[in-house]
């Protein structure tokens, strides 16, 4: 076959074959590029910062995730998964016990050893206005939603005859707490610092559960 031929594409010879996405583990790679969302913030993490921590390259990145809000989305659901086995403690028996082991799990998520950045990619990925990334804002919101609902519906069935409104007091105390740890761990506080914070708040949650003439029942009826 002639020179000719080869260049003008007309020979028999074999043909070049098209690149092939690479192939990886999805959850592994969600998971590297949550540490450059911790580090970086929504604004801060670029596509190349995420293609190079994740080892895949950016087209099999949008060819597998879409485009960058919808990869950040994608981070958060995986991050989400996470967050649902804090929850599943709750259903523990006692109370106390069961809050003690979700915060606690809680804190495992947010306070890590360096150089791994630690707190909530939650808090670091929401955006400043949430109009300009509507996807990604609603995909934080549902997560928001379900670790609310989970405690809400834990502090119904905590103790008989505890109030709606006493119950949503106790859950927004207990929302307040994760946020709260979350924000400690990024701060550089110790896990055993945080998780002594945790234990004393299950404590308290849970003696306030119990009594139905304690404080948090007569600031409920002030709502």
Known sequence: MSVAAVKSGTGEGPKPLRGRPRQFNRSDVLDRMTD??????LEGATMAQLSAVSGVNRPSLRLAFGERDSLICAIVERYRSRIDTALCYLSKEPLQEALQSMLRHFISIYSR???????????????????????????????????????????????????????????QLCVSLISSLAVEARSGASRASLDNAADAFAAFIAGCAESSTNLIERAARSV
């Open 36 to 41: 450059v969302l911790l580090a970086s913030g």
């Open 113 to 171: 050893e360096p150089p791994a950045p630690s707190g909530c990619l939650l808090l670091a990925v929401m955006p400043s206005v949430p109009d300009s990334h509507p996807a990604v804002s609603a995909a934080i919101e549902v997560t928001r939603l379900e670790i609310r609902d989970a405690l809400a519906h834990r502090m119904l069935t905590a103790q008989r005859g505890l109030s709606e409104k006493a119950a949503l007091v106790l859950t």
